[in-house]
């Protein structure tokens, strides 16, 4: 089946350059074969079959976020096979992350399998035979990654495919709330945002990896790539009034003493950099005129200040006015 003869099904919507594939409007009979072809066209050559026949439907919704592409899948039950070694076309030499947002799926690949329900995560290497099934209706989330994205920042991937990382916890569910976010408000995202927000999804899908790979796989080392794991390891945590030096090495599986050389570098220390973030977003809350009602010590607890006078006088360190006088000055603008 030729899919330029059925322009119907090929959309692109305008916001953000998003571009959506769908079944509806073919004969049910054409169904399985174009969502073969599309799926050979945008992400890997497969064999899909489903035993719906004229029964399946499927869609999905493409977003560009710098090197990445993600896209939202919904789709009937089927099965995927590759079986070629080598990827066909440049675009193609990359790996896949999953993140399930419903139904079930078996991920094969390299003698490992994974199985995922709904928040999990995994990967797997789009240029090597694999098998995906999904026994019932699904949900979930591709991101495609040039292979030297991931590989600059995560060594022994090849040992780390088809592994199950939960959703439901630590780092697994940090990255899965992640990038479930990004792919919800990509809509009022532009292009510079999307950029931006990709360097912090692949560092937290990299502290996910970690959390469950075999011990001869490791983190990138490279010095600007650990601070920027770290930052974002931070940058998810600002809310957590336990946030400290342990917890953020932990998260950013590094030492303690390392992430400390890291901040040195950059003359402040890790715990300075913490107060500093937490204290520009109050600063933003407070400026934001959609939420004048909240209390200044709400922001305060929302940010991960639990003692009043410590925020107030950290505030008027840095900003040169206390927080209840910055607010007023704010209302009379």
């Known amino acids: 089946m030729n899919p330029k003869l059925h322009p119907e099904t090929v959309s692109a919507a305008s916001l953000g350059g998003a571009v959506a594939l769908s079944t509806d409007g073919l004969l049910p009979h054409e169904r399985v074969e174009y969502w073969r072809e599309m799926v050979c066209r945008r992400f890997a050559e497969v064999q899909i079959s489903s035993r719906l026949g004229r029964d399946f439907s499927g869609e999905m919704l ?3 976020y710098g090197p990445l592409r993600v896209t939202n899948v919904v789709a009937k039950a089927q099965s995927v096979s590759r079986v070629a070694r080598q990827a066909k076309t440049e675009s ?17 690949q390299d003698g490992r399998e994974a199985r995922l329900r709904p928040g999990d995560i995994s990967i797997y290497d789009a240029t090597l035979p694999h098998n995906l099934i999904f026994p019932e209706d ?44 990004l792919a919800g408000h990509s809509a009022q995202l532009n292009d510079q945002q999307r950029t931006g927000l990709s360097e912090q999804a692949l560092d937290l899908l990299s502290l996910a990896l970690a959390s469950v790979a075999p011990v001869n796989l490791s983190l990138s080392r490279s010095r600007p790539f ?61 400026l934001n005129r959609n939420s004048p009602d909240l209390r200044v010590y709400d922001i305060a607890l929302r940010w991960g200040f639990n003692d009043a006078s410590h925020f107030s006088r950290s505030f008027r360190n840095q900003f040169g006015i206390g927080p209840r006088d910055f607010c007023a000055s704010q209302l009379k603008k």
Do not use: W
């Not at 999953?98 to 799926?105: H, T």
């Not at 949900?139 to 600059?152: A, C, D, F, N, T």
């Not at 592994?163 to 990038?179: E, K, M, R, Y």
């Not at 599986?253 to 107060?275: A, C, D, I, K, W």
């Open 62 to 64: 493409t977003h560009q």
């Open 92 to 108: 193609e030499d990359c790996y896949f992350a999953v993140i399930l947002l419903a139904g079930c799926e078996f991920l094969e």
């Open 138 to 181: 699904f949900k979930k989330l591709i991101i495609q990654i040039p292979r030297h994205e991931l590989g600059k920042r995560v060594t022994g991937l090849d040992r780390s495919t088809a592994l199950t990382i939960p959703g439901g916890d630590g780092a697994g569910a940090i990255a899965s709330g992640f990038f479930r976010s």
């Open 226 to 286: 650990s601070l920027a794991r770290v930052k974002s390891f931070i940058d998810s945590q600002l809310g957590n009034c336990e946030l400290d030096s342990n917890m953020v090495a932990q998260g950013a599986g590094l030492s303690p003493r390392y992430v400390n050389q890291l901040f040195e570098e950059e003359g402040t220390s890790l715990m300075r950099y913490v107060l500093r973030c937490r204290l520009d977003r109050c600063r933003a809350d407070m």
